[in-house]
């Protein structure tokens, strides 16, 4: 061991890549604060509630997952800890040979330890360049192998990923279904009552419209009776004032004043019904023309006319102005009723279309306070999902500078123990011949238990200890 030519930096190098290598197998999972654990678990509860007939389901999935981790962990847990121990024996070996190196020291730097060692390391040079080989091709091996390992470890890594983004794409390709759905459901509620209301005010239309064409029928029938009625009123006048033509001199102005007042009375009537312009256009018409008619035909019958018959004619007049009256009469009030109906039909529809513009508003009140939960409840887990990754993240990275700092730190108390160890060991070291003794001692046991034999050796130290020691300078 001691002839070995492997240098203080080589092994320092090979230790810190051994215990990092080792180390970075065993990072662990990040800790989770009160407020996360409490919210996964209340998701999970809703999950399994969900989804607890359902045969895939995201607890499954997540179960599966938290397996292959924790066997992952079990693995690179195993290994670290087989590092470890190889780790610890080869500091233990170290150590045992650094205190020995240390012990010996003195020993070392004597005249006759140099011839002993001079000799020796002709027999040794070709062992020693063996096992140098045999280690630079342990480690290069080792060196394959951790880089394997940490192929299929990133590999590995990498396909988990792949499958979380597919899962997290999925999931949000179900989040965007289950949102235009949503819409979809919310405009066909809209369409249906806005269907429904149009199909109501296209109903009520229809049924004011046969009220409004039965009122005008009705209206038609009365005029039309009241015509009648007229027309054989026109036609006893006509008999009357064939037998009045003797009084009709006397008699002009005033039945000319009053077929003028007439005249003005059929006037206003008509300016009163606006609804019915045109028909009432015409009927003013045909009235003033029967006016004009009546005018000429009474004009011609009054002149014929005899006196005495005033208090006959006057009689028939007076009845023909109470008819003419009451029947106004019943037309102002058949017309006061229609417009009475028509504003109570009116005041209907207006509450109707308010009780139907309330019952809208109430619809969508319900709609927005149905489906906005939904939105906020999607947008909600969204945004819990994306911060959980981010603290999972934070944690990991937080965790991971833990651990290159703690590796740091140990590395540099084991050096400074070292360093300690070797100072405790050169103060307590021997010299002179006892040293040389003990030294030669072990080295020949060393070679025995590694089966090798020890006839030159024991020859060598025998020829050292003959020797005398030369001043510093002096050739043999």
Known sequence: ???????????????????????????????????????????????????????????????????????????????????????????????????????????????????????????????????????????????????????????????????????????????????????????????????????????????????????????????????????????????????????????????????????????????????????????RAAAERRAGEMRAIIEERFKAAAADEGAKLEAQQTASRAKADAAAASKSEDKAALQAEIDRSRRQQMERRRAAKDAARRQDMANSAKWGGVVQRLADEERATEQAKRDAALAVSRANLRLTRSLADGLQRHEAEEREADVDALREGTDGDTGFTEAAAKLVEAERRAGRRTDFIERSIARAKKEPILPAGVDL
């Open 1 to 283: 061991m001691a002839g070995f030519v492997i240098s203080s930096r080589d092994v320092a190098a090979m230790r810190q890549r051994a215990t990092l290598g080792a180390a970075g197998t065993s990072v662990l999972a990040p800790k989770l604060d009160e407020h996360a654990v409490s919210r996964a678990a209340r998701r999970k509860a809703a999950s399994d509630a969900r989804a607890k007939r359902w045969p895939n389901t995201l607890a499954a999935t997540r179960e599966l997952k938290e397996r292959a981790r924790e066997e992952r962990l079990k693995r690179a847990e195993a290994e670290r800890m087989v590092t470890d121990e190889l780790e610890e024996a080869r500091r233990l070996e170290e150590r045992a040979d650094t205190l020995e190196r240390a012990r010996s020291a003195l020993i070392a730097n004597t005249d006759k330890m140099k011839m002993l060692r001079a000799q020796q390391m002709k027999v040794k040079v070709a062992l020693v360049r063996r096992k140098q080989l045999q280690m630079k091709d342990h480690r290069r091996e080792a060196e394959r192998q951790r880089e394997r390992a940490y192929h299929e470890e990133v590999m590995a890594r990498v396909r988990e990923g792949e499958e979380a983004e597919r899962a997290a794409a999925a999931a949000q390709v179900a989040k965007s279904r289950e949102v235009q759905r949503t819409i979809h459901e919310q405009l066909e509620e809209v369409k249906g009552a806005a269907k429904a209301r149009a199909a109501a005010a296209k109903a009520e239309g229809k049924a004011i419209r046969r009220a409004a064409v039965a009122a005008e029928r009705e209206e038609a029938a009365a005029e039309q009776a009241r015509r009648e009625e007229q027309r054989r009123n026109n036609e006893a006048m006509l008999r009357a004032n064939q037998a009045l033509k003797s009084i009709k001199a006397s008699r002009v102005d005033e039945e000319r004043k009053e077929a003028e007042a007439l005249l003005r009375y059929k006037d206003e009537k008509d300016a009163k019904e606006q609804r019915r312009r045109d028909f009432m256009a015409a009927k």
